[in-house]
């Protein structure tokens, strides 16, 4: 089955501290791609990243990261020096490449807080 | 310039009325989603069109009908609202059925 795993429903930290947000999917296709959104407050969802199972180096944008992990399914994000402007709530996603219609399937979200 | 626009922004409304969320995209993208997150923040797919075709069709009421008179534009009618179907209703597109997803602002449901 298709599935994703976001073990942290929220987290709380202190500006300038980095944060690791877990990723565990599950998924029959030996081709398959990973993603995370970010939610802010405000209540749209913004395209973080898109990684597909055969490349598995790790991928810096400015102060995110992301560790894909193929041994243990894991897709992790890594916010460094995290600001007020990362709280929002995080999603990670599956493509299901199910008889070749292809759609999302989201994790539960992780709710990260960034306090000044 | 908005990528995914949707209207409206806001809708209230009670039991048992008949109504619609438009969606338009001008990414030229050719494949178009409906998703639905509930007060639990979760999120589960509905329906995808690609090139105005069906290609999605989640288990969904039959009360949901989607409609996309052109690829860059698919619409979501209710009918006869129930209290479960407040949520928020989010329209997405994709460069192809194969590319990220693009997501337009939601439309927040409320039915009383």
């Known amino acids: 089955a298709q599935k994703v795993t976001q073990a942290q429903t929220e987290i709380s930290v202190v500006e300038k501290e980095d944060v690791t947000l877990d990723c565990v999917y599950e998924?029959?296709?030996?081709?398959?791609?990973l993603f995370w959104y970010k939610q802010p407050p405000s209540g749209e969802l913004v395209f973080l990243i898109r990684?597909?199972?055969?490349?598995?180096q790790n991928e810096i944008s400015g102060r995110y990261s992301w560790n894909f992990q193929k041994s243990t399914s894991s897709f992790n994000f890594t916010i460094t020096a995290s600001q007020v402007v990362d709280s929002a709530v995080y999603f990670c996603a599956l493509r299901d490449q199910q008889q070749g219609a292809q759609k999302l399937v989201f994790g539960q979200g992780t709710r990260l807080t960034i306090n000044p | 310039d908005t990528a995914v626009s949707q209207t409206p922004k806001y809708l209230v409304t009670q039991m048992g009325n008949d109504k619609s969320i438009k969606c338009e995209q001008n990414l030229g993208h050719d494949t178009m989603y409906w998703y639905k997150q509930d007060s639990k923040k979760f999120l589960k797919i509905m329906f995808s069109?690609?090139?105005?075709?069906?290609?999605i069709n989640e288990t969904v009421p039959n009360r949901f009908s989607p409609k996309s008179p052109d690829k860059a534009h698919l619409n979501l009618h209710i009918n006869s609202l129930e209290l479960g179907d407040s949520a928020v209703y989010f329209c997405a597109s994709s460069r192809t059925r194969f590319h990220e997803q693009y997501f337009g602002p939601g439309t927040r449901l409320t039915v009383t």
């Open positions: 069109y690609n090139n105005k075709e069906l290609i």
């Open positions: 998924t029959r296709d030996t081709t398959y791609y």
């Open positions: 990684r597909n199972s055969f490349d598995e």
